[in-house]
DNA sequence: AACACAATCAACCGCAAGAAC
DNA sequence: TGTTCTTGCGGTTGATTGTGT
């Protein structure tokens, strides 16, 4: 028995939408809100959309302050420092950048940011249009004289999405899609694998660091979670959780083993070599320390070794 | 000019979490 | 306490646009 559609698909209009539409839904909310009810909404106003597709429409196009067109050099610097740090948490990564959405992130980095990052280094990987595809991409990065990222950044940034690809076939082990949640066992995440266990592969359970995008957006300014973001006993959960990692082998496969070891070395080892510095560090890059009062994201003192991928990632996407 | 292929991005989908009842 | 409803999220799709041949 599969759950109720939210709206009935037969007398939905679906598509794009029309400047009409668009100045309908516009008004309406700019004058009375959304009442806290996207489902009620399209009714109200008289539109034939779901209110799915209101709630979108109107978090991702018309909402005030939405900025459009070209990321900044430091946009995608915080991009690439987030996925690096916390994976496809697009909603969050969102929340650090002003006026954009998590779709337009997550548009971005899928069709932009990746292919500059990684474009010339997976040569090996994929057969026919898949890799005739990267040959054109491999063209384009190898043949002018940027510099390439150093091997440790590449390597984390292709394994952090290594890892992600390999989620997929395993998602009742792990559906998370953050790239380091092998190590991450709360039990909060544990819960939520389980729950999951007929979910499908793109399914995402942890919802632990969820917050407001839109009223951080609509505020103009930069979200952070906090405790009012992420409730205080879970907070309190992971912090407890991320003092003692899991072993590696919890995850009950080996490939994903393998990588997580790799990972686990290159993030984890006493001292970290790159071709910029080297960095020691106290038990390694702490991804996960939800510290009382500090925030994830505005905790970030990001290590000299992130520094140093982004040092790399900067001056190739913009020597480019 | 016509076609094929690639890139982009708005919109959709299904799921989980949490609120409401 | 269990069920239903709504919201928010990330992944995916597909129409449109751009580019190369």
Redesign the pocket.
């Known amino acids: 028995m599969?759950?109720?559609?939210?709206c009935d698909?037969a007398t939905v209009?679906?598509?794009?939408?029309s400047p009409e539409e668009d100045a309908m839904l516009k008004a309406y909310i700019e004058e009375r809100g959304?009442?806290?009810?996207?489902?009620?909404?399209p009714h109200k106003i008289g539109l034939k959309?779901?209110?799915?597709?209101c709630?979108?429409?109107w978090?991702?196009?018309l909402r005030p302050n939405i900025k459009?067109g070209d990321f900044t050099p430091e946009e995608d610097s915080t991009i690439c420092k987030l996925y690096i740090s916390i994976?496809?948490?697009?909603?969050?990564?969102?929340?650090q950048l002003p006026g954009r959405?998590?779709?337009?992130v997550?548009?971005?980095w899928?069709?932009?940011l990746k292919?500059r990052l990684l474009g010339g280094r997976r040569k090996d990987r994929g057969a026919g249009?898949q890799q005739?595809?990267q040959g054109?991409?491999d063209g384009a990065n190898d043949g002018g004289e940027q510099q390439p990222l150093s091997a440790s950044a590449m390597e984390r940034i292709q394994l952090c999405m290594q890892l992600?690809e390999m989620q997929?076939p395993l998602s009742s082990i792990s559906?998370h899609?953050n790239p380091l949640h092998l190590w991450q066992p709360s039990s909060?995440h544990q819960?939520?694998a389980t729950?999951?266990?007929?979910?499908?592969?793109?399914?995402?359970?942890?919802?632990?660091s969820?917050?407001?995008?839109?009223v951080a957006a609509e505020q103009g300014q930069s979200s952070s979670l906090n405790d009012q973001n992420l409730?205080g006993q879970?907070q309190m959960e992971t912090t407890a959780t991320m003092d003692g990692l899991a072993s590696p082998s919890s995850a009950g496969n080996s490939n994903i083993v393998t990588i997580e070891a790799e990972l686990q070395e290159l993030l984890y080892s006493a001292t970290t070599t790159t071709t910029d510095s080297v960095v020691t560090q106290q038990g390694g890059v702490d991804w996960w320390s939800y510290e009382q009062g500090r925030s994830p994201v505005n905790c970030w003192d990001f290590t000299p070794e992130t520094s140093s991928v982004l040092q790399d990632y900067t001056s190739v996407v913009y020597d480019m």
């Not at 959309?49 to 597709?53: A, E, L």
């Not at 729950?195 to 632990?208: D, K, L, T």
């Open positions: 599969g759950r109720a559609p939210c698909k209009k679906r598509g794009p939408w959304t009442g806290n009810n996207w489902i009620a909404l959309r779901c209110g799915k597709s709630r979108l429409r978090l991702n196009y459009h994976g496809s948490r697009w909603s969050i990564i969102a929340a959405t998590d779709n337009d997550k548009n971005y899928n069709t932009k292919k249009t005739h595809r054109e991409l992600q997929n559906n899609n909060h819960v939520a729950h999951s266990n007929n979910s499908n592969n793109n399914s995402n359970s942890s919802r632990s969820s917050f407001d995008v839109t409730g879970q």
